[in-house]
């Protein structure tokens, strides 16, 4: 497997959804009030925000949560500070970390993370050491069985996707950054419902790890980001040898 699987991480938060509600509907929440800050908090006139939206609702996110968001954004209340900020660093092996964040408290934040990669076998990189290992793309994921491969390709092709991936048990559609909302669009309209539909760092160029222990430190790593409060996304550019019997 290449990189850090998304669809892996949509079923591990799946099967953890009560015990991380809070913290997902709190990032949500963040990245809504951003957007409706930057954008505006009328979703008609902002992809971002109507994307959001359809998060928060696949989420089972309350109305009311998502209403106060937008307000914050819009200034209508009053709201603290609110940053997205990418952190890079190298985890066992030397593979590649970009993580995402949103967050209200940049010291924590920071801390939180360069702990994490120390006691997990990594380190804490510059800005930009890493981020030449990774490309800005647009991605769905979505579940094989809600549509078939042909239809599926149809669709995202004429929408400006660059790329459609049979996963097996879901397809992976790849697209430009300009591209993203207009694709989210149209699968919208249809409607087809995603999995996930986000921009995402994906690897230009793979490590591969045939260590089992660095393969055991790598996940836990991949792991121990994602349940700090703050983060939002975790890529990486490991790629796990199948003889490891390890599940990204």
Request: net charge negative; proline share 3%; charged share 25%.
């Amino acid at each position: 497997m290449s990189g850090h699987s998304k669809w892996s991480t949509i079923k591990r938060h799946k099967a953890v959804i009560d015990a991380k509600r809070g913290k997902i509907f709190s990032l949500i929440g963040k990245e809504i009030t951003l957007a409706a800050k930057v954008s505006g908090g009328n979703p008609e006139f902002n992809p971002q925000l109507r994307t959001l939206l359809l998060k928060a609702k696949a989420a089972n996110m309350p109305g009311e949560n998502i209403q106060k968001a937008i307000q914050k954004g819009t200034g209508e209340i009053p709201g603290i500070q609110i940053e997205e900020l990418i952190y890079e660093g190298y985890g066992p092996g030397g593979v590649g970390f970009i993580v995402e964040v949103t967050t209200d408290n940049k010291n924590r934040t920071v801390s939180d993370i360069r702990s994490t990669f120390t006691k997990w076998g990594g380190s804490l990189a510059g800005t930009g050491a890493l981020a030449f290992n990774f490309q800005r793309k647009g991605q769905c994921l979505i579940a094989s069985d809600k549509i078939g491969e042909d239809a599926l390709l149809e669709i995202a092709l004429n929408a400006g996707a660059e790329d459609v991936i049979n996963k097996g048990d879901h397809f992976e559609v790849i697209c430009g950054v300009n591209d993203f909302y207009a694709l989210v669009k149209a699968f919208e309209d249809i409607p087809l419902e995603t999995a996930s539909a986000e921009l995402v760092y994906l690897p230009v160029n793979s490590i591969e790890i045939r260590d089992r222990e660095w393969g055991e430190k790598i996940l836990k790593l991949v792991e121990k980001l994602e349940d700090l409060e703050d983060v939002k996304n975790v890529f990486s550019n490991y790629d796990l040898d199948a003889s490891l019997g390890l599940e990204a």
